[in-house]
């Protein structure tokens, strides 16, 4: 016990009681902290995400420069790329240049020429969400053992911060510090997390297996993808840890939508598990437009991530990154993705 008091005293941020040693939810959801985790990072950054968002959103902000965007008038969407890289489920781009994805049961960095970075080992089989945090460290989604667990970036040491869930799934992050994480299964959910304390908030439940999940530019507005309907919801922050009621924003057409994505303007994209579609729905939720078919080669795919690149090592902003668990694909989309949370 004194080791884990110790370690759980270097894990938190200076505005969180070090006394506190074990967080239980009503569904007896705890933290679990393991004695090779992080090492003291800062939690939350107490930053203020700028941009706009929805139907107003007539201008963005291009994040890097600050300089506005014409949102009214979207250039054409260019050519699509292979990158010639391999990926797993999901993927996230980090501070120092590196495309994150799992590689066997490791935490794996590549950057554009060919680099690799080891994050951590031994960390799970089946990496179903990962995201880069406003701290630098990562959060892993494992529906294999129902946990979410945070890597230290600097020191490789990772600690499960949630257990018992039921096939938590995809992954999003705010400038704020926290992470969201979807349960994908029937009357499934999302919550958001402070993965530094194992602190936990219900944004939306009831969900047909909820997949996707992803934020405004402003970070005022929560967008999930509802896998088995079609039904993409949005729901509005109320304060820093309460939401709104769920509102449905779009409906896509037949197929399974898993992954979103949004850019500057607002808009969300999303791709279709199976055939590769990939769709634009402007920022107001009145209609989506086709944009291509990522590899019309394939007769049978599972996509199921697309990201904006973030700016570092060639990981261009205005490019928008697709995996299908086996290639990475770069699509030019002339817009550039919300601003990195770091």
Same mark, same amino acid.
């Given at each position: ?13 200076? +505005?969180? +009681? ?39 959103? @007539? ?12 949102? +009214? ?100 992050? !705010? ?25 936990? /908030? ?12 992803? %934020? ?5 507005? %929560? ?10 919801? @949005? ?7 309460? /939401? ?18 949004? !850019? ?26 086709? %944009? ?51």
């Amino acid at each position: 016990m004194m080791l884990l008091a110790v370690f759980l005293l270097a894990c938190r941020p200076s +505005d969180v +009681d070090p006394t506190t040693t074990d967080i239980t939810d009503t569904d007896d959801t705890t933290i679990q902290m393991v004695d090779s985790g992080p090492t003291g990072r800062t939690g939350h950054t107490g930053g203020t995400a700028t941009g706009t968002t929805g139907s107003t959103a @007539s201008t963005g902000v291009t994040g890097d420069t600050g300089e506005p965007f014409d949102c +009214d008038v979207l250039p054409v969407v260019g050519a699509v790329t292979s990158t010639g890289y391999v990926t797993e489920e999901d993927f996230d781009f980090d501070p120092r240049g590196f495309m994150v994805s799992q590689r066997n049961q490791n935490i794996e960095g590549l950057d554009r020429y060919g680099t690799t970075f080891i994050y951590a080992t031994q960390v799970g089989a089946d990496a179903a969400g990962l995201r880069v945090l406003s701290t630098g460290d990562l959060a892993v989604a494992q529906p294999d053992t129902g946990g979410l667990v945070m890597v230290d970036a600097k020191t490789g040491g990772s600690a499960t911060v949630l257990s018992g869930m039921t096939f938590p799934n995809a992954l999003a992050a !705010d400038s704020r510090g926290y992470t969201f994480i979807t349960e994908a299964y029937s009357g499934g959910r999302v919550r958001q997390v402070d993965v530094y304390t194992g602190e936990q /908030w219900p944004v939306v439940a009831n969900l047909q297996s909820p997949n996707g999940v992803a %934020l405004s530019p402003d970070e005022n507005t %929560l967008y999930v993808a509802e896998t088995q309907t079609g039904k993409i919801y @949005s729901v509005d922050r109320i304060s820093d840890t309460e /939401w709104g009621e769920a509102q449905v924003f779009f409906t896509m057409p037949s197929g399974s939508y898993y992954t979103l994505a949004v !850019d500057v303007c607002g808009n969300l994209y999303t791709v279709g598990f199976s055939d590769g579609k990939l769709y634009r729905i402007v920022a107001d939720g009145s209609e989506a437009e086709f %944009l291509l078919e990522v590899d019309a080669n394939l007769s049978w795919a599972s996509f199921s991530s697309i990201r904006f690149g973030n700016g570092v090592g060639g990981w261009e902003r205005d490019k928008l990154y697709v995996t299908r668990r086996a290639e990475l694909y770069e699509v030019d989309i002339g817009v550039q993705g919300r601003a990195p949370v770091y």
